[in-house]
């Protein structure tokens, strides 16, 4: 019976031993662990005005320039309107050089005429040099007439360009401001929060929306600088991740980040090695699936 008794102690001391190194490799088995996270981006209005439109919900999936709604642009389109009129009338006021000209070079063109004529008259004794003469002078007086005029026309219509280039270029602020008060999504993501709603007055840097891209998920874990010399950016390696006590799927990963710094070991990871003052931040990039989420806990071996 002691004997019974003395094998059965050694088959349960046994049996705990193996249990016990059992769960300790599987402690163990992974080099780190840490928990899965995304680059969160807070989307905000660029203008103020009341929300109009808004055609968005928490985790729908938005694809890069997708429109999502508008602000209130009413008095926006109004101001470029006016600026626009004012344009236009500004430029109705530009002279017409050409035809202001007309006359005079009409007159000069008639007197070069003359010119011609008087100087047959002149070499066939027929006129005067005096009224060559006389002639060629007012040929003179005509042309100084039309570039005197001809600079005041352009300087004229140069200040009246001037001023309607200024103009323009309040038009072009003002199609900036009536685009951004279009909502669009600057990236592609999943929708994690919607912040604002409809027929809200927003302002120029309140907050609309929250987006990440869930499609590359980063885990992020923490190594030992004993386990630091054996990773590299760009480095591949299998991520683990929890989905309740038994289940867990595998997944390739990719080394996108090293920390260059050292920092206090946080009190949730764990690692292969036992606990040290200082650890290395490091981020591995997962192709997700649909099933990993943020927060959710994940290891990884190298």
Known sequence: MKSFVKIRKILIIGILSIVTFACSNSKNSYDASGSFEAEETIIFAEVTGVIRQFNLQEGQVLSAGQAIGYIDSTQL???????????????????????????????????????????????????????????????????????????????????????????????????????????????????????????????????????????????????????????KIGQSVKVFADFGKKETREYKGVVSWISDKSEFTPKTIQTQDERANLVYAVKITVQNDGYLKIGMYGQVKF
Request: hydrophobic share 40%.
């Open 77 to 231: 389109f109004l101001k470029k309107k006016q600026l626009q009129s004012q344009i236009r009338a500004l430029l109705g006021k530009k002279p017409n050089i050409a035809l202001q000209l007309s006359a005079l070079q009409s007159q000069l063109q008639t007197a070069e005429t003359e010119k011609q004529r008087l100087e047959k008259l002149v070499a066939g004794d027929g006129a005067t040099q005096k009224q060559l003469d006389d002639i060629n002078a007012q040929i003179e007086v005509l042309k100084k007439q039309i570039a005197a005029q001809k600079s005041a026309l352009d300087i004229s219509s140069d200040g009246i360009t001037s001023d309607a280039a200024t103009l323009q270029v309040q038009v072009e602020q003002l199609d900036d401001q009536l685009a951004k008060c279009r909502i669009t999504s600057p990236q592609n993501g999943t929708v994690l929060a919607k912040i604002a709603k409809v027929n809200e007055l927003t302002a120029t840097g309140k907050p609309l929306y929250k987006i990440a891209d869930l499609q590359n998920i980063t885990l992020r874990v923490f190594v030992t600088s004993a386990q630091l010399t054996h990773i």
